[in-house]
C-alpha cells in the first residue's frame, strides 16, 4: 500500500514569497491532516478535512495560509506571504476515520526555510 | 485546550540499558485515543501503537511495551535492551471524537554504544 506523498521535500523562499505544498493521501483515506511542525516542538494541527470539507481550521493563520482538498483527494497548502516564523517542517497525514479512530499514516514533509 | 505532556525533554542511555518514556494526557472525553509516534533523523513520523480508552491492558511489541494507567492519566513507552537505532524523537498523541490529533512535545531518545 502506497504511503502519504508529500512534494516537495525541500523549499527555500525568501519572505514576503508564496509557496505551495502538495500532498496525496493513502487511497481511501477520509481524513487529511496539516501539521506544522517547528525545529523541537511536537506538530501542531494547522487543518482538518473530512473529504473535501473542513472539520478544523482553528490554528490556521488564515490571513496567510489556505489549504483546499479538491475531490477529498489530494491536498495544498499555500503559504502567502511568508514570514521568517514560517520556517518549519509541513506534515501531511492521512486516517480512514478522524479523531483517532484509527490511526494516522505521515508523509515525509516538507521542510520550508524563509530567508 | 487538552494537553499532552512529556516531562522528559531529551534521554541518553548506553545500548542495551532499559529506558521508558513518560507521557500524561489532559481529556474530559470517555471515550479517547492514545498514541505514539516515532520520528527518526530522516524526519517522518512512524506509527508505534493506538489505545482505546476502554482497553487499558498492557501491551507488549518485541522490545517495546506501553504501560496505560486511566487512573493517573498516564501512557508510558518502554524500550527494553535499547539499540542505536532506537535513536529518535518519540511522540505522544491523543485524539478523540473527530478532532485532530493532539501531540506532545516529543522526547529525543539518543542510544549510545
Known amino acids: 500500500e502506497a504511503g502519504v506523498a508529500q512534494s516537495p521535500r525541500y523549499k527555500i523562499i525568501e519572505k514576503r514569497q508564496s509557496v505551495a505544498f502538495w500532498c496525496n493521501p493513502i487511497s481511501g483515506h477520509a481524513t487529511l491532516y496539516w501539521y506544522q511542525q517547528i525545529l523541537g516542538q511536537g506538530p501542531k494541527l494547522l487543518i482538518q478535512?473530512?473529504?473535501?470539507?473542513?472539520?478544523?481550521d482553528s490554528q490556521l493563520p488564515k490571513d496567510r495560509f489556505s489549504a483546499e482538498r479538491l475531490k477529498g483527494v489530494d491536498s495544498t497548502l499555500k503559504i502567502q506571504p511568508a514570514k521568517l516564523e514560517d520556517s518549519a517542517v509541513y506534515l501531511c497525514?492521512?486516517?480512514?476515520?478522524?479523531?483517532?479512530?484509527?490511526?494516522?499514516?505521515f508523509g515525509q514533509g516538507t521542510r520550508l526555510t524563509v530567508v | 485546550a487538552q494537553k499532552v505532556t512529556q516531562a522528559q525533554t531529551e534521554i541518553s542511555v548506553v545500548e542495551k540499558e532499559d529506558v521508558t518514556l513518560d507521557c500524561v494526557y489532559e481529556t474530559r472525553d470517555t471515550t479517547y485515543y492514545l498514541f505514539w509516534y516515532k520520528q527518526p533523523p530522516s524526519g517522518e513520523l512512524v506509527f508505534l501503537i493506538r489505545?482505546?480508552?476502554?482497553?487499558?491492558q498492557n501491551e507488549i511489541s518485541g522490545r517495546y511495551s506501553w504501560n496505560f494507567q486511566k487512573s493517573t492519566s498516564s501512557f508510558n513507552f518502554t524500550i527494553t535492551a535499547s539499540q542505536v537505532v532506537d535513536s529518535a524523537v518519540y511522540f505522544c498523541?491523543?485524539?478523540?471524537?473527530?478532532?485532530?490529533?493532539?501531540f506532545g512535545k516529543g522526547t529525543r531518545l539518543s542510544v549510545i554504544a
Open positions: 489505545r482505546n480508552s476502554f482497553d487499558e
Open positions: 498523541a491523543r485524539g478523540a471524537g473527530n478532532t485532530p490529533l493532539v
Open positions: 497525514a492521512s486516517s480512514s476515520k478522524g479523531g483517532g479512530r484509527t490511526e494516522a499514516f
Open positions: 478535512f473530512q473529504n473535501n470539507g473542513v472539520v478544523d
